[in-house]
């Protein structure tokens, strides 16, 4: 969400077809995507990964959005987080700088997180046991030893 509010202030300041493309450009990579519309929702330029996206648009086109906006926030049900980030140059100009982060990093991380702490909790479980066996074998014997000098006393 960041990236798309720092995005939609460069293009605040210095609005042009320059600008918009030296955004497109920093977001052409699998992770991340920016599409940037006018207020009718038409593209005016978008990352490479524009296919898969395209029917996100609607989610902004449907509503008034006025201020950052996070449009798409399931991450366990989604491909993409999406934010909407409005824009007003002038009264013939605006519309949003919208970015769509992939989930796929966030998967995994939540993955393998779960993993270790499966792992964290047997291991636990492990070392709880083999104390639990070391102590009662500690705490045990000086009583095993006292019965066993009542019995031999005591013949």
Known sequence: MVN????RDVLVENYS???IHH?????KNENRNVIITDK??????????????EDKLSIVNNQKIDMDKIIINEWKDSPYIASAHPYDIDENTDGYVVMFQ??????????GMNLH????GVTSLIVLLIVYTILSKII???????KDAQ???GD
């Not at 992939?102 to 993955?111: A, E, G, I, R």
């Open 4 to 7: 798309g509010k720092n995005y």
């Open 140 to 146: 045990t014997k000086p009583f095993i030893r006292i």
């Open 102 to 111: 992939s989930t796929k990093d966030l998967l995994q991380m939540v993955k």
């Open 23 to 27: 955004i497109v450009m920093m977001e």
């Open 17 to 19: 077809q320059l600008t």
């Open 151 to 153: 019995i031999t006393d």
């Open 40 to 53: 009718d929702g038409n593209i005016i330029d978008h990352s490479e990964h524009i296919k898969l996206l």
């Open 117 to 120: 702490f499966a792992i964290a």
